[in-house]
């Protein structure tokens, strides 16, 4: 919103100035390219590979071929699939796992959280003790629970992931909205005869969006992660569907003679994890005034 | 600026008998103690006291927006127009707040939201009061940016890239978004310096002149008072302790002892130079009643009675109420209706 009569003033945008302050931060944007490499792989996978024709049907005669060779950058796994085509697919999995259960935590821990900050008192106590029954469990138990008790596949994997980190984001954004409720702004909205609810979502919330941003990254981290153990357990997304826990587990097996089964795998799920773990962290500087300069 | 030129006019705010408290665990707060204040339409009514003496309270207490839990009204009643403000319903208080009463607060720099466009701010004041259609808000939002003196094209900037001045005219302009009938200013001037108040003060007179609007001036700032205001009342611990015309504060000869000490306290421009004369020692400590006259232990005239029995309201020579034990017998007439001011 530059006006053209005090010229280029450095008058940026918050938007903008996030922007720059992330871009300065190197390994995150390292962070960022890995991401979006792998974002735009898994989007565009129909353009180039034939799901069930390459990731999924066997091929006897390209079994346990070496990464680098015979056309397969990644080599081949025991049934002879390509696996930088399964690692792709895969990837599709991790993504949206990862978002889902980022956007499900948001959404509910938000409404809960804002609920029990602005309103304190009984509604407060409520909700965080119920919130605190959840924390008590160990995330990784409850999704196995969960998991166990529903079966396994996509949308369990995701419920059993998003009810286990709602409590975190209820926590973050109660501390916030307890802290930004009595500040001046709020009071004068509700002197403007604002109700409550537009008074939570478009005063207070907008200005708790910043740690929340930063966990939302880390949330995606620690879903991907998640569901990767599930799935190496035999809990979550069922072999042939290419998955990256599932295809460490069933590499496994032949650890010895073909160790990039497990390798790749693997690395990526390490590499996607640590994206989002330096996005998180280059985030958090960014959206934190203090560290302007 | 004649006394009794408000006699005819309708009253717009009637306040009686206001008691305030604030419970909190370690102990309660008299905040405000039978307070009685009346408002005519278009008329400008200054509250002038010290830090603590409840006026931000009373403010509040129109608005119905003390704290929850905390603040409670302990008796008496508020009528503002046709509507009672101690019995309304929440869904009433929030269709009066806003369209019919505004409030303008003290600080700029911390009463609009930094992460929202002052454009969106303003619009949503006219939002929550029934105007729902984009042109129609956008076009008002225009209007009320260019009646405060901002140019309308910053409506979509944040309230950083805004100096102190010209937040103040945003909360200004948010205030009058609604043309309310009653606009409380809590010491609208205080964070600004001079120059800039002047130009807030003179633009808020010309805004409540054009909508008829009438205010509650709250503030600690003398000068001000007798810039804006018809009417003035002096509160202390939360009791209005004189009231009456500029006029009659400020020329009269017969004054409460805390008013004269209080205009003792100014430096003056036209004496040689002295030292001001400051009054002594502290409010009383709002935790505990009083038997007496709150201002007793201060008083350079106090008596024995001051601190046994509560003054009543009595109408000195000039026009002026004053609570105040000394001028019981100079009723001029009628003034002895237990403080109902006016």
Redesign the interface.
């Known amino acids: ?1 530059k ?1 053209s009569s005090t010229g280029e003033i450095k ?1 940026r ?2 938007l903008a100035s996030v922007v720059h302050r992330f871009m300065k931060n190197r390994l995150s944007v390292c962070g960022l390219v890995i991401l979006l490499a792998l974002a735009i792989f898994s989007c565009s996978a129909d353009l180039f590979f034939d799901y069930n024709a390459q990731a999924i049907a066997q091929n006897a005669q390209a079994r346990f071929i070496a990464p680098f060779s015979e056309g397969h950058i990644f080599g081949t796994d025991q049934y002879g699939r390509d696996m930088f085509i399964r690692i792709v697919y895969g990837g599709r999995i991790s993504l949206v796992v990862g978002f889902f259960t980022a956007g499900f935590a948001l959404v509910f821990g938000t409404i809960i959280g804002a609920a029990a900050g602005y309103f304190g ?1 009984r509604v407060d106590n409520l909700l965080m003790r119920f919130m605190d029954v959840f924390l008590a469990i160990p995330a990784m138990l409850l999704a196995i629970c969960i998991v166990a008790a529903l079966g396994g596949g996509l949308v369990n994997l995701l419920l059993a992931n998003g009810i286990a980190q709602v409590p975190r984001y209820a926590r973050i954004v109660r501390a916030s909205v307890m802290g930004l409720k009595n ?3 709020v ?9 409550h609810t ?1 008074i939570i979502f ?2 207070i919330i ?2 708790a ?1 910043g740690s929340l941003i930063v966990q939302v990254t880390l949330t995606m981290a620690s879903a991907i992660l998640s569901v990767a153990s599930l799935s190496f357990l035999g809990l979550g997304i069922a072999p042939p569907t290419p998955e990256w826990g599932s295809m460490l587990s069933t590499g496994k097996e032949f650890m010895r003679q073909a160790p990039h089964l497990i390798i790749v795998p693997g690395l990526a799920i390490m590499l996607s994890v640590l994206s989002f773990n330096l996005i998180g962290d280059g985030l958090r500087d960014a959206l934190d005034p203090r560290l302007k300069n | 600026m004649g006394v009794d030129m408000n006699q005819n006019a309708e009253k717009l705010l009637d306040i009686k008998d206001l008691s305030i408290t604030y419970i909190t665990d370690d102990a309660t707060i008299y905040a405000v103690n039978g307070l009685n204040m009346e408002l005519y339409r278009g008329e400008t009514l200054g509250l002038v006291g010290e830090t603590g003496a409840g006026k931000t309270t009373t403010a509040l207490a129109i ?1 119905r ?1 003390l704290p929850d ?1 905390i603040g409670k009204i302990t008796s008496g009643s508020i009528r503002f127009d046709d509507v009672d403000v101690t019995a309304a319903s929440e869904a009433e208080m ?6 019919r009463i ?2 303008i ?1 003290q ?1 700029p720099m ?7 466009t002052i454009g969106d701010q303003i619009a ?2 006219l939002e ?2 029934g105007i729902t259609s984009k042109e129609e808000l956008s076009k008002r939002v225009d209007n009320i940016l260019t009646l405060v003196g901002l140019p309308p ?2 409506k ?3 309230p950083h ?1 805004f100096s102190g001045g010209m937040k103040q005219r945003v ?1 200004i302009a ?1 205030a009058l978004a609604c043309e309310p009938q009653l606009l409380l200013a809590d010491e609208p001037t205080t964070a600004l310096d001079v120059t800039i108040q002047a130009q807030v003060l003179a633009l808020m007179k010309e805004l409540r002149q054009k909508f008829n609007t009438s205010m509650l001036l709250i503030t600690h700032d003398l000068g001000v008072v007798a810039e804006v205001c018809d009417r003035v009342a002096i509160m202390y611990a939360g009791e209005i302790i004189e009231y009456g015309t500029v006029w009659e504060i400020f020329s009269g000869t017969e004054h409460h002892p805390y008013t004269k000490g209080l205009f003792g306290s100014i430096p003056s421009m036209s004496e040689g130079q002295r030292r001001l004369r400051p009054i002594d020692g502290l409010m009383p400590d709002p935790a505990v009643q009083l038997q007496g006259c709150p201002f007793a232990s201060r008083c350079p005239q106090c008596s024995d009675r001051c601190t046994a029995e509560k003054p009543a309201s009595h109408r000195a020579a000039g026009g002026n109420i004053i609570k105040c034990h000394l001028f019981e017998g100079e009723d001029a007439g009628g003034g002895n209706d237990a403080g109902t001011a006016g």
């Open positions: 919103m006006r008058r945008g918050q008192g500040s001046e702004f009071e004068a909205a509700r002197a403007c005869g604002s109700g537009r478009s005063h907008p200005n969006l | 608005m927006l839990r929030r269709t009066l707040r806003g369209e505004s409030m607060f600080d911390t009463c609009l939201n930094p992460v929202l949503e004041v929550s009061h094209e910053r979509n900037e944040y890239q909360d948010i």
